[in-house]
């Protein structure tokens, strides 16, 4: 619970003792919408939540502080005094009700809360993801197009990490389904010199899975990443694919 919740909450304590026993019209004037009030104490516990930080609060005083939270009342067309009547009211003759609505303020803070998590995990892995081709690939492509032939210019020097969602249906003739992807270098001769991406063993049962690769791309100079998901260099040309690549995420570790 916050500062302003608190100091009106030991207000209310100071002042119920004398008045309990006296119910008064007055007391119904004035009292907040309870949606409002839902609302606006979200607002405050907020304001509450910047001013407990450090390089906030130093550029407020104590009245600064009551301030902020007289411009949340403000914003929503309400003063000081009609909330804390409405405060008051619900302490002193509906305190049950008044923790209902705080449970509906906390409520609202945690969805609050879990979009702002989701939207950071999401920017984090946006900012983390290097992979330079496209979202997702098929094949067979409707095109008939050989689509999935990955070949990109590169500039990532050290450990990289590749995490994907890969597919292989039933009628895949591919025997033993492995990775393709390399990293491609060629001298000034024509030859050309690879570092091959782990090569794993796939699942061919028309399910989707997620693999982990990692490789240690040490070339330096002008670099390549070629290949398929898939292994398709050495395959038999008469041999039908049939998968899906998708959630491609590619990560770059330095080498020190």
């Known amino acids: 619970m916050n500062r302003y919740f608190l100091l009106v909450l030991f207000a209310f304590l100071v002042a119920a003792g004398s008045c309990t026993g006296r119910k008064s019209k007055a007391e119904h004037k004035d009292i907040l919408p309870e949606k409002d009030l839902i609302s606006i104490l979200t607002e405050v516990h907020i304001a509450d939540g910047l001013l407990s930080i450090p390089e906030v609060r130093y550029k407020f005083t104590k009245g600064d502080t009551l301030e902020s939270y007289i411009d949340i009342f403000e914003k929503h067309g309400y003063t000081k005094p009609q909330m804390d009547r409405t ?68 500039n990532f020097y050290g450990t990289l990490y590749l995490k994907f969602t890969l597919t292989i249906y039933p009628d895949d003739q591919s025997a033993h389904p492995v990775m393709g992807l390399y990293f491609s270098k060629t001298d000034s001769t024509g030859n050309e010199e690879r570092i091959r991406f782990s090569t794993i063993p796939y699942i061919k049962d028309g399910h989707p899975h997620d693999y982990r690769i990692s490789v240690v791309q040490n070339f330096t100079g002008p670099v390549r990443l070629k290949g398929w998901f898939i292994d398709q260099e050495n395959a038999s040309p008469y041999r039908e694919f049939h998968h899906r690549v998708e959630n491609i995420i590619l990560t770059l570790y330095l080498i020190e």
């Open 87 to 154: 405060m008051r009211y619900y302490f002193v003759r509906k305190p049950k009700k008044l923790i209902k609505i705080y449970d509906k303020v906390l409520g609202q803070l945690s969805e609050m809360e879990a979009r702002v998590d989701k939207e950071l995990q999401s920017f984090g892995a946006r900012q983390m993801n290097i992979w330079p081709g496209k979202e997702f690939y098929s094949f067979p492509d409707p095109s008939c197009k050989d689509t999935t032939r990955i070949d990109y210019p590169s």
